[in-house]
């Protein structure tokens, strides 16, 4: 053996995997500042085990908590981002986003049951360039609000958005406003149910458009909502605004959110309004018949 294998010091490598060892057990919460196990948050549904602070959760992740074990069938998988504009890294961006995340663009639809009720589901992921809304995304949504339409099931949708358009699709992006907001008045002119579940955070273009035209609007507890943040506001209204300005709890004091679901009651919740749905269109077709 030679002597330097005696006397061989730890690299820098070693260093840094043993720190990203120690990020992945621990977690601490923005809120209430506990250290706890990462492991234990996970099993409480991604909330912190002290104060109920809601982590964010990534979509296939809230897919597995939300709908029945198996029963997801994801459609239009294979849309893909381009870029129209030639925006200089674009292209790069959207490549490391789909490493990192595991999908193809922000949000993620397909067919699936919550408990036993079959729904079209639509769920976006924040950690894909901000959850924000380019042409593939609102295609996408478009899709499912067709697909609602066209088989009359009722359309259940999370979503995740820090920044509404994505600018590096210009025009093409803020379009998609429009053509969300227009499938779904086709959805209510036909009398199928729109569920929508403002996550952390909901905001700008997505909010105007339509996160905000459910026919129920549930939120999780203390997410950010909103048009624009709070500097804005307190600079259009020329008044300093609560402390909870654009959050879930602000909302629904103010009427825009039906009612405030922590996570862990969310799956049930949405299986009653499901029944609910049900037994209505059941109601509507005896009187029709």
């Known amino acids: 053996?030679?002597?330097?294998?005696?006397?061989?010091?730890?690299?820098?490598?070693?260093?840094?995997?043993?720190?990203?060892?120690?990020?992945?057990?621990?977690l601490k919460c923005p809120r209430c500042n506990e250290?706890?196990?990462?492991?234990?948050?996970?099993?409480?549904?991604?909330?912190?085990?002290?104060?109920?602070?809601?982590?964010?959760?990534?979509?296939?992740?809230?897919?597995?908590?939300?709908?029945d074990e198996g029963s997801f069938e994801e459609f239009d998988a294979n849309l893909y981002s381009c870029n129209p504009l030639d925006f200089p890294g674009y292209a790069d961006k959207v490549k490391r986003a789909q490493e990192e995340t595991g999908?193809?663009?922000?949000?993620?639809?397909?067919?699936?049951?919550?408990?036993?009720?079959?729904?079209?589901?639509s769920v976006a992921d924040f950690e894909f360039l901000g959850g924000s809304m380019g042409s593939v995304v609102g295609e996408k949504l478009v899709r499912a609000m067709e697909r609602s339409l066209q088989k009359r099931l009722p359309l259940v949708l999370f979503t995740a958005n820090g920044g509404g358009a994505r600018m590096f699709e210009g025009l093409l992006s803020l379009m998609q406003m429009a053509k969300t907001s227009a499938a779904l008045a086709r959805m209510q002119e036909n009398g199928v149910p729109f569920?929508?579940?403002?996550?952390?955070?909901?905001?700008?273009?997505?909010?105007?458009?339509?996160?905000?035209?459910?026919?129920?609007?549930?939120?999780?507890?203390?997410?950010?909502?909103?048009?624009?943040?709070?500097r804005v506001g307190n600079q259009d209204m020329g008044m300093k605004l609560p402390e909870d300005f654009q959050t879930s709890?602000?909302?629904?004091?103010?009427?825009?959110?039906?009612?405030?679901?922590?996570?862990?009651?969310?799956?049930?919740?949405?299986?009653?309004?499901?029944?609910?749905?049900?037994?209505?269109?059941?109601?509507?077709?005896?009187?029709?018949?």
């Open 1 to 26: 053996m030679g002597r330097g294998k005696w006397f061989q010091r730890g690299d820098h490598n070693d260093a840094r995997k043993r720190e990203k060892m120690a990020e992945n057990l621990w």
């Open 35 to 67: 250290i706890q196990f990462a492991k234990d948050v996970e099993r409480n549904l991604r909330t912190c085990t002290r104060c109920e602070y809601h982590f964010r959760l990534r979509a296939l992740d809230r897919v597995e908590i939300t709908v």
């Open 103 to 121: 999908l193809t663009d922000a949000v993620l639809c397909g067919f699936a049951r919550i408990e036993n009720f079959p729904v079209v589901l």
């Open 195 to 230: 569920l929508v579940v403002l996550t952390d955070p909901t905001m700008a273009g997505v909010y105007a458009s339509y996160a905000s035209l459910g026919d129920v609007i549930l939120a999780e507890p203390g997410a950010l909502i909103g048009f624009a943040g709070r």
């Open 249 to 289: 709890e602000f909302q629904f004091r103010c009427g825009q959110v039906d009612r405030i679901v922590p996570r862990r009651e969310m799956r049930n919740t949405l299986a009653l309004l499901l029944s609910f749905f049900e037994e209505e269109a059941a109601a509507n077709a005896a009187k029709s018949a």
